[in-house]
């Protein structure tokens, strides 16, 4: 069973900044698909950024210029690099890998942040 675990969630002020990490338990340099998401209170998951094999990033429009996502195949680890923080950013945020037909997710990391 694959795990991922989050981490680098909490509290910070508007404009600041976190990094989010996601440990996956098995190789990852074959992975296509590696995605973070988002669920703020009452509303649905929502995909934030993603990053294939090669690299290639993507981004919803909210987020571009001031996320960024990377992968380091060697530690089976993808990051969220969060800057210029805004409150709506507050959420919980999810990482998600697809190996095969399935899809897994970690257990959800909490930013909060505060105007």
């Known amino acids: 069973q694959v795990r991922l675990v989050e981490s680098g969630g909490g509290l910070v002020q508007a404009g600041g900044s976190l990094r989010l990490s996601c440990v996956v338990s098995?190789?990852?340099?074959?992975?296509?698909?590696m995605a973070w998401y988002r669920q703020a209170p009452g509303k649905q998951r929502d995909l934030v950024a993603s990053?294939?094999?090669?690299?290639?990033?993507n981004y919803i429009d909210s987020v571009k210029g001031r996320f960024t996502i990377s992968r380091d195949n060697a530690k089976n680890t993808m990051y969220l690099q969060m800057n210029s923080l805004k409150p709506e950013d507050t959420a919980v945020y999810y990482c998600?890998?697809?190996?095969?037909?399935?899809?897994?997710w970690g257990q959800g990391t909490q930013v909060t942040v505060s105007s």
């Open positions: 998600s890998i697809r190996r095969g037909i399935r899809t897994y």
């Open positions: 098995e190789s990852i340099g074959s992975l296509n698909f």
């Open positions: 990053i294939s094999r090669e690299g290639q990033s």
